[in-house]
């Protein structure tokens, strides 16, 4: 008697492996934008810090992390900010691993904070719990490394926590959160109009009342930055 043993496959579900192919094209793509963003705009935005730059890439790939999910915002800011060390970037590893915190810490809690709840309020609540954790990060990360990679004494930086670091983070945190909910939910409705990705399900009962309420919180909170920054520089 012979024994014969039947080979099991696995049937892989051609929609399904379409749309992780199209999702890491897009992703690549978000990711693409993002470095361009960062190498073609920054902006130093503190006198006392010139060094400090401000640059819209966490944007980008809040965009990336609403659509796809924190762990998708978590892989493109690593990629991107490993890109950004190897080519223009003149802050070494030190300054790569900066930035890679910064980025995830805003992005990383809003897209989970939105992906627990698919709406403009959840959207704003992920920002602000965004905005606070890259403060609160960059402020004890800036009091360690910063004296390390600059050569600056421990003391100038205790000095330069309150006004110089948490305003330049809130700043970039809600300017970077702003233009991301001013834009999601065109970009979203653009992808799933070219079936680029699945439609997906939100809970307000007025798609339209909730794009508005988006953009109207979005312009609130670039305008606001916008104000500041202007006021820091003495523009008025």
Do not use: H
Request: charged share 10%; proline share 5%; with cysteine.
């Amino acid at each position: 008697m012979v024994n014969t043993k039947e080979k099991q496959t696995k049937v892989v579900n051609p929609a399904e492996s379409s749309y992780r192919i199209k999702q890491m094209v897009i992703m690549a793509l978000i990711a693409a934008m993002a470095y361009v963003v960062v190498f073609v705009c920054r902006i130093p935005i503190i006198p006392a810090a010139p060094y400090l730059d401000l640059e819209f890439k966490s944007a980008i790939i809040l965009i990336g992390a609403y659509i796809f999910g924190p762990l998708s915002g978590l892989i493109m800011s690593v990629v991107i900010c490993l890109v950004e060390m190897v080519t223009f970037s003149t802050t070494g590893p030190i300054g790569c691993i900066m930035n890679v915190l910064a980025t995830i810490c805003l992005v990383c809690p809003a897209a989970f904070a939105y992906k627990k709840k698919k709406t403009t309020s959840g959207a704003i609540v992920g920002i602000i719990i965004g905005a606070v954790l890259m403060t609160v990060a960059m402020v004890l990360w800036n009091y360690i490394l910063t004296p390390i990679y600059q050569g600056i004494p421990r003391e100038a930086i205790v000095e330069m926590l309150l006004p110089v670091f948490v305003p330049f983070n809130l700043l970039k945190a809600g300017l970077n959160g702003g233009i991301a909910l001013f834009i999601f939910r065109f970009a979203l409705e653009a992808l799933q109009k070219a079936n680029l990705i699945p439609k997906q399900t939100f809970e307000e009962k007025s798609k339209k009342n909730s794009i508005i309420g988006a953009v109207v919180v979005a312009g609130i909170i670039i305008l606001t930055c916008v104000l500041v920054i202007l006021a820091i520089n003495g523009v008025f």
